[in-house]
Nanobody, 125 residues
């Protein structure tokens, strides 16, 4: 599975950005895709995830109510709509995927096998 992320950039606090991640190669109906982010000097952290099979979504507390993850099945694409951006959202955002997995590990970065190249999001105050 190859992942191609796009959509990062510079935004002012309170505005919105949308990230996209397209999967190619051999995928499955049980694929789970997520977004993680890493700010300078910090560890990579979970942002959001979605299960392809049932569209269940999962969010970090820090983005709940502001970010929305969704998928386009036909395009094998996952989106991260980021609204009401805050300066603390500044980070490199990575798209990740795994072909299957238990729900209790869906927020764990090292449980994902496939990773995109990352896209930088910078939010100014």
């Amino acid at each position: 599975v190859q992942l191609q992320a796009s959509g990062g950039g510079l935004a002012q606090a309170g505005t919105s950005l949308r990230l996209s991640c397209t999967a190619s190669g051999s995928t499955s109906r049980t694929i789970q895709m997520g977004w993680f982010r890493q700010a300078p000097g910090q560890e990579r952290e979970f942002v959001a995830a979605i299960k392809w099979s049932d569209r269940n979504t999962y969010y970090a507390d820090s983005v709940k109510g502001r970010f929305t993850i969704s998928r386009d099945n036909a395009e094998k694409r996952v989106y991260l709509q980021m609204d009401n951006l805050k300066p603390e959202d500044t980070a490199i955002y990575y798209c990740a995927a795994r072909l299957t997995g238990i729900t209790s590990t869906i927020r764990t970065a090292n449980m994902y096998y496939y990773w995109g190249q990352g896209t930088l999001v910078t939010v100014s105050s």
